[in-house]
T-cell receptor, first 114, second 116 residues
Framework: AQSVTQLDSHVSVSEGTPVLLRCNYSSSYSPSLFWYVQHPNKGLQLLLKYTSAATLVKGINGFEAEFKKSETSFHLTKPSAHMSDAAEYFCVVTLPYYGQNFVFGPGTRLSVLP | EPEVTQTPSHQVTQMGQEVILRCVPISNHLYFYWYRQILGQKVEFLVSFYNNEISEKSEIFDDQFSVERPDGSNFTLKIRSTKLEDSAMYFC??????????????FGPGTRLTVL
């Protein structure tokens, strides 16, 4: 079975400072991992994904994440936060096969202060 | 780029009533899913559907829930007798067998169900 832990329920940063959102996973097999973002009253948008290719993954809007198997982590980073980054972020784990359901983490709410 | 669409965006119903939530997945996708998100909680898997049958379902997906692909384009979630605790945002998703896309799922904007 797969599971995801997002250690921080809420992260607050100042605009222009780095963002770090932490994600740890548990999986019986080498997983596929995703980060999704949800802006208020909006749907889920894919930020980036790891599917056994390069361990450092670049996504949209300047976000990137590094898959570290030894640490079972897939932390999301961004060098400089923007006000528009304020949203809920979900780390997702799944098996690397077609048609597998997603297991979501509890989410991290990112606030960006002016 | 093609999108998953869901209707209605918001549904209000009385406890005990039946509701049908509708989704139009991306046209060449083969796998379909429903997830729900109770307010303030994480997104939870309900059911997956492939080749006109349920391929996997969670403990949440009990006998009051059913899914159907009635006409080759729509994918529906029916809740037979709604309860207060069914109030949530319901997301539809779809995915393909495309090596470039791997197992990425595309999510619709959600239907907010409010049970009074």
């Amino acid at each position: 079975a797969q599971s995801v832990t997002q250690l921080d329920s809420h992260v607050s940063v100042s605009e222009g400072t780095p963002v770090l959102l932490r994600c740890n996973y548990s999986s019986s097999y080498s997983p596929s991992l995703f980060w999704y973002v949800q802006h208020p009253n909006k749907g889920l948008q894919l930020l980036l994904k790891y599917t056994s290719a390069a361990t450092l993954v670049k996504g949209i809007n300047g976000f990137e994440a590094e898959f570290k198997k030894s640490e079972t982590s897939f932390h999301l980073t961004k060098p400089s936060a923007h006000m528009s980054d304020a949203a809920e972020y979900f780390c997702v784990v799944t098996l690397p096969y077609y048609g597998q359901n997603f297991v979501f983490g509890p989410g991290t709410r990112l606030s960006v202060l002016p | 780029e093609p999108e998953v669409t869901q209707t209605p965006s918001h549904q209000v119903t009385q406890m005990g009533q039946e509701v049908i939530l509708r989704c139009v997945p991306i046209s060449n996708h083969l796998y379909f899913y429903w997830y729900r998100q109770i307010l303030g909680q994480k997104v939870e898997f309900l059911v997956s559907f492939y080749n006109n049958e349920i391929s996997e379902k969670s403990e949440i997906f009990d006998d009051q829930f059913s899914v159907e692909r009635p006409d080759g384009s729509n994918f529906t979630l029916k809740i037979r007798s709604t309860k207060l605790e069914d109030s949530a945002m319901y997301f539809c998703a779809s995915s393909t067998r495309d090596r470039e896309r791997d197992n990425e799922q595309f999510f619709g904007p959600g239907t907010r169900l409010t049970v009074l």
